[in-house]
């Protein structure tokens, strides 16, 4: 059983930083790619950042600049550090990691989603 564990969402207000962390744990054979989605109410789930096994990035237009993804390999871990963070932002965010349980077998998984709130 794979489980992503996300943390670190919250109230902030605008122009404030926030650091998401995602930890994975279970069974795992290789890790391809992980990364964040938000969804806003009312709105379909979008990518925010993702990054590949190799340490590859890529980001949603809305966030460059502001946003960064990375990943600890050793620890199974990818975080998202938000700066300068808007209204717009407000969102649950959700882990997704592109990964293998054994050779042959790879899906996507995903993390419950942490609410991440900007407001004054």
Do not use: H
């Not at 992503?4 to 919250?10: D, K, M, P």
């Not at 717009?88 to 990964?99: G, K, P, Q, R, S």
């Amino acid at each position: 059983q794979v489980q992503l564990v996300e943390s670190g969402g919250g109230l902030v207000q605008p122009g404030g930083s926030l650091r998401l962390s995602c930890a994975l744990s279970g069974r795992i054979f290789s890790i391809n790619a992980m990364g964040w989605y938000r969804q806003a109410p009312g709105k379909e789930r979008k990518l925010v950042a993702a990054i590949t096994s190799g340490g590859s990035t890529n980001y949603a237009d809305s966030v460059k600049g502001r946003f960064t993804i990375s990943r600890d390999n050793a620890k199974n871990t990818v975080y998202l550090q938000m700066n300068s963070l808007k209204p717009e932002d407000t969102a649950v965010y959700y882990c997704n990691a592109d990964l293998s349980i054994a050779l042959g077998f790879r899906n996507n998984y995903w993390g419950q989603g942490t609410q991440v709130t900007v407001s004054s």
